[in-house]
């Protein structure tokens, strides 16, 4: 399970329009494949990805703004 908290941790981002941090969450392959892809959990803003391994090797996970917005953000 993959689980961003970002409209819990920034309600509000000032200056912006929407004024709320939407996070999305993707995982890729090692060949850069997308195998899954949230933006929300249910009623929940924050995304969710639940994601059973197929198989052994490297995968990588992208955490941005829906629209790209540029800020000050610390992932961990």
């Known amino acids: ?8 941790l920034l309600r ?3 200056d912006a329009v ?10 890729y392959d090692a060949k850069g494949n997308e195998l899954a892809f949230a933006d929300d ?21 992208a955490i941005h703004d829906s629209v790209y917005r540029a800020g000050d953000f610390v992932y961990g």
């Open 1 to 8: 399970m993959i689980q961003a908290h970002a409209r819990h």
């Open 18 to 27: 929407p004024g709320w941090f939407q996070a999305a969450v993707s995982l």
């Open 41 to 61: 959990y249910r009623f929940d803003p924050d995304p969710v990805v639940l994601f059973k391994v197929p198989e052994d090797g490297e995968y990588e996970i």
């Open 12 to 14: 509000i981002w000032a």
